[in-house]
């Protein structure tokens, strides 16, 4: 008896210890989600893939600078595929705006390369070098708001009621149909 309940400590201790990063980096806590961000630009890249997808906007500021943003998913690609998304859903030149929320702290992962002095971070290779970065809870694009790009924070922050109760009151509708 005293061994199976050490064998079941032993376990339950391992499973805690090796899912506390996965639930972090997957945490709704890591964005700001009381302040929405919203980005205007044109697509400058889609990153479809594993383990984040964005699209890279580039946004022209007031003072005629362009400013580059990482517009990332929380998705899975089986259910943004589900979803109607596909790697040609978004093209270079494409409009798009899109309101969401920034992550509290800074992106950055442990290099594994070599070429990189030891204990310096980079950033995730899906950010694809962009200045700031958003979990994008709403796209707005030539195919109509698409509202479940990003899971986290709140819709209601980035639209008025009357949008809201437009896109449906359960919020399902994702993409709609193309446009022929």
Known sequence: MKRKLTMC?????????LSTPL???????????SVPIWVKGT????NWGRPHTAIIVEQLEEDGTKLRWALENSSTLNMLERMGYTRDSFKVGD??????FAPKQRYAIRSPSPN???GTTREPHWLDGAERVITARLLLTKNGPEVHWSHYGPLELCTDEEDLKAL????TSHRPPAVP
């Open 9 to 17: 400590c032993a376990a339950l201790t391992t499973s805690l210890v």
């Open 23 to 33: 639930s972090a980096h997957h945490a709704a806590r890591l964005f700001e989600t």
């Open 43 to 46: 697509v400058v890249r889609f």
């Open 95 to 100: 409009a798009i705006e899109a309101c969401g």
């Open 116 to 118: 990189v002095e030891e």
């Open 168 to 171: 449906g009151a359960d919020h």
